[in-house]
């Protein structure tokens, strides 16, 4: 099992920037790609970005290209999304996820391709 930890999050201006962070303990080896993820009330949980361990394969939603840069420490065991120049819709919970499934290039993992999920950080834009 790996325990995901998600913090960085919080209230920004338009405009502004966070920088998430997942944090991975346990079976750390047992995955080989991480997502992130956000989820608006009363909406579905929707993609934002992902990247398997040897990073060289990094898909974005179309929403966050060019804004968002998922990137990872050399000892693997820490994601980040950096999130640049934030607009209200933004505004979202936002879950790291980990999948045993190594992404490939063209390839986007299904949702439930994702087996451990974090408990999600908070990302308010305001206007």
């Known amino acids: 099992q790996v325990q995901l930890v998600e913090s960085g999050g919080g209230l920004v201006q338009v405009g502004g920037s966070l920088r998430l962070s997942c944090q991975a303990s346990?079976?750390?080896?047992?995955?080989?790609?991480l997502g992130w993820f956000c989820q608006r009330p009363g909406k579905e949980r929707e993609f934002v970005a992902a990247?398997?361990?040897?990073?060289?394969?990094?898909p974005y939603a179309d929403s966050v290209q060019g804004r968002f840069k998922i990137s990872r420490n050399s000892a693997k065991d820490t994601v980040y999304l950096q999130m640049n120049d934030l607009k209200p819709e933004d505004t979202a919970l936002y879950y790291c996820?980990?999948?045993?499934?190594?992404?490939?290039?063209?390839?986007?993992?299904?949702?439930?391709?994702?087996?451990?999920w974090g408990q999600g950080t908070q990302v308010t834009v305001s206007s």
């Open positions: 346990g079976r750390t080896l047992d995955f080989n790609t």
């Open positions: 996820a980990t999948s045993q499934i190594f992404l490939q290039r063209g390839q986007l993992l299904n949702i439930r391709d994702y087996d451990s």
């Open positions: 990247m398997n361990w040897r990073g060289d394969i990094r």
